[in-house]
C-alpha cells in the first residue's frame, strides 16, 4: 500500500472510530446523523449528503438530516417511496447509482426540492439492521463521479452506522413510551384503590386522593 492509501484507511478508522462514539454517548438522533453525514462527505469528498427514514404504512420518506445543500428547505420534507430514487433502494435493498441527474431527474416531488442545486452524480444506499430497511443514506456530487471499489465499500460502512444509530434511537424511545405507559397505569391502579378507600370512610374522603 502507498503512504495515500494507509493515510486514507487510517483517516476512515478514525471516522468510523467518531461516529460509534457519537452513537454510544447520546440517544440525540439528530447528533448521530449529523455526525454521520459530517464524516460521509469529509471522507468520500461528496457535495452534499443526506438520511432519510422510512414510513412504512404511509408509503413515505422524510429527509431527518441533510448536510451540504444550498436550500435549507430540504431537511424534514417528505417524499413518496414510490416517487424517488430513495424508494427504489428501499425496494432493491441494494445500492442505486445515478451517474446523470441532469439526463435521468429523480421523481418530480424530489426533482423540484432540489431544484437549484445542480446535482449531477447521485448514490443511494439502503440503512438496514436486523433484516429490515429504516431508510435511505443519499450523496449527490456536482460533477461526475466515478467511485473505486474502497470508496464504495466505505459508503455502504457508513450507511451500516447510520442504521445503528436509527435502531438504537428506535429501542430508547420505544423505551422511553413503555416506561411512561407503565408509569401511567400504576398511578391509575394507586388512584382506584385510594377510591376505595375513601368510599369506606366518608370522613376522610379526598384525604387518601391528596396523599
Known sequence: ????????Q???LTALRNIDQTITSSFNLRVSLGTVLTETIKQLQVDAAAI???????QSM???AAL???SLQITG?????DESYAGRVVNKRRLVRVENLQGLPDGKAVTDLLAGEEFVTYFGVPLISKRKV???LEVFHRVTLTPYPEWLEFLETIAGQAAIAVDNFTLFENLQKSNLELEQAYDATIEGWSHALDLRDKETEGHT???
Do not use: K
Not at 500500500?1 to 486514507?8: T, V, Y
Open 1 to 8: 500500500l502507498s503512504e495515500i492509501q494507509i493515510r486514507q
Open 62 to 64: 422524510t429527509y431527518s
Open 209 to 211: 386522593q391528596r396523599v
Open 10 to 12: 487510517i483517516a476512515r
Open 134 to 136: 429504516l431508510g435511505v
Open 52 to 58: 432519510l427514514l422510512l414510513h412504512p404504512q404511509q
Open 68 to 70: 451540504g445543500f444550498r
Open 77 to 81: 420534507a417528505i417524499i413518496p417511496l
